[in-house]
């Protein structure tokens, strides 16, 4: 991940990566899905498919795996389909989404599909209430003259300028009524009917076997309003055979816009609209760590460190990967601070190993970065607490303090959760990742790192215990990394 031009590390956008990029595993999901739906037939109606996953987790990377499949029908003796992209976030009426995916259909047909192409058309016409007949007659002075001469005697019989003003309005008022009252007359009546002739065309012997393929990607990005008319449109006046739609989505977020409409009923709602939901695999522990490692290990920081066996680099950069970088757009980020930030751990007197961990959890999970930062802020707290003088748990006559898992003791885990560590619900890839920076145990984590060698650690202890002349380090190199974190965007911190 260099540009070849500089040879620095190159910025990572968020596009999703290409099928040949796939570092994530999924181009064998995806050939399969590709598979069944190219060797099904949906003679009668269409098909949704829901590819549900959270953002940030690959799902238009999926998709790009999808398409490389279905590019390679043909050389597999299969019938190739036609591919189109819809992207609702290219329309701004929420009204016009049906005509709008129905265009976006149209233009995607073969244009030897002349009977299936103006059948749609047709449809496309009525979806948009135009009819180039109803334009030409409401256009004509002849027809417009019988209401603007009515308006022309009231306002010379009124002699008024508030007369002539009124009467312009209401000739206006009926001509704009009588014209959509011919609209809503003639649509409403054919609607079902060109959609009928629709779905005929697009079963017709010619047809048979042509499928249509339409993706739309980021539903989950829109408006409750607009995910809401996006599958009234599919559902609706759109669902015709031989067509496939792939809709890719957080479910969470499209059952939430779906509720509004069937209170409490949204799960239900989707699953009657997606007839195959498909969860987007989880890569592998194995390609994640690769994608992660393909990613971070490029950085300045790192890249050396990584080829030397001895460095514990790997094992520092997988405890905090599996604590705070759970999707490809997490790995992104992270790298993309790193690579603008990185002279900043030389600057606070950490290791770059150290700073990406900070960074790490303040980007994922920044409560727990700004408690962690004000337990640093709070050396006299900590020192009351190793001196004993608050949080004293007595166990039985003898007031010892009662060990705990992790070697945590009782004490100073109620003081974290006082300000708002509460350590024990925390994730234990958290928790481990806590205790593997910070040294909040004294024994060695599962990857046998020596926790005296970190200097998070070391600042750590001696906020503990109490050396002035550390703490008075620690505090610059603090404030100055509280200032990054403001610049950075943490304004509270």
């Known amino acids: ?8 590390p190159k910025l990572l956008t968020d596009a999703p990566a290409k099928a040949k990029e796939d570092l994530l595993g999924f181009q064998p999901h995806a050939d399969r899905l590709a598979a069944m739906l190219l ?5 009668d109606a269409s098909f949704v498919v829901g590819i549900e996953g959270e953002w940030g987790e690959g799902k238009s990377t999926f998709i790009n795996c999808l398409k490389q499949r279905f590019e390679q029908a043909e050389e597999k003796g299969e019938t190739p389909p036609v591919v189109v992209d819809f992207n609702p976030w290219w329309f701004d009426n929420p009204e016009k989404t049906a005509s709008n995916l129905l265009e976006a259909i149209i233009n995607g047909r073969d244009l030897c599909d002349i009977k299936a192409k103006k059948a749609l058309a047709n449809l496309l016409k009525a979806l948009n209430h135009v009819n180039p007949w109803l334009e030409k007659l409401f ?28 009467a312009a309005v209401v000739a206006l008022v009926c001509h704009l009524g009588l014209q959509w009252l011919a609209r809503q007359r003639t649509y409403s009546e054919s609607l079902a009917g060109l959609k009928q002739k629709a779905a005929a065309a697009l079963k017709s012997e010619k047809m048979k076997g042509q499928k249509q393929i339409v993706i739309i990607d980021d539903l989950d990005r829109l408006s409750h309003e607009e995910i809401r008319e996006v599958f009234r449109a599919v559902k ?3 669902d015709l055979p031989n067509i496939v739609y792939v809709i890719a989505y957080d479910r969470a977020i499209v059952a939430s816009a779906l509720d509004e409409v069937h209170k409490g009923r949204g799960e239900a709602y989707l699953e009657k609209i997606v007839q195959l939901p498909y969860r987007l695999p989880k890569p592998t522990s194995a390609a994640f760590n690769a994608y992660w490692l393909n990613g971070l290990g490029a950085l300045p920081a790192f890249k050396n460190k990584l080829a030397d066996s001895s460095a514990d680099t790997a094992d520092c950069l997988q405890v905090l990967v599996d604590a705070f970088v759970q999707t490809p757009r997490d790995m992104k980020r992270l790298y993309a601070n790193l690579l603008l930030n990185d002279s900043v751990a030389q600057q606070l007197g950490i290791t770059a190993e150290d700073f990406a961990f900070l ?3 303040r980007l994922k ?13 709070d050396p006299e707290g900590l020192r009351e607490l190793q001196a004993g003088r608050n949080y004293k748990i007595s166990v039985g006559d003898e007031g010892q303090m009662k060990p ?17 560590i509460d350590f024990a619900e925390l994730p234990s890839a958290t928790k481990s990742a806590l ?3 910070l040294g909040w145990s004294e024994r060695k984590t599962v990857q046998h790192r020596e926790l005296d060698a970190t200097e998070l650690v070391s600042m750590w202890a001696a906020l503990r215990s109490g050396d002035e002349q550390e703490m008075q380090r620690l505090a610059r190199a603090w404030q100055f990394y509280l200032q990054y974190a403001r610049d950075a965007g943490n304004e509270d911190s």
């Open 1 to 8: 991940m260099t540009n070849t031009a500089t040879d620095l």
């Open 39 to 43: 060797n099904q037939q949906f003679p």
């Open 139 to 166: 256009s004509n002075p002849v027809v417009l003259a019988p209401f603007f001469g009515t308006s022309a005697v009231a306002a010379y019989k009124s002699e008024t300028w508030l007369g002539v003003a009124g």
């Open 236 to 238: 609706g006046v759109l």
């Open 359 to 361: 960074e790490a959890m």
């Open 365 to 377: 999970n920044s409560a727990l970065w700004r408690a962690v930062a004000a337990i640093w802020k």
């Open 404 to 420: 705990f898992p992790w070697g945590m003791q009782e004490a100073e885990l109620a003081w974290m959760k006082d300000r708002g």
């Open 435 to 437: 205790m593997y920076f």
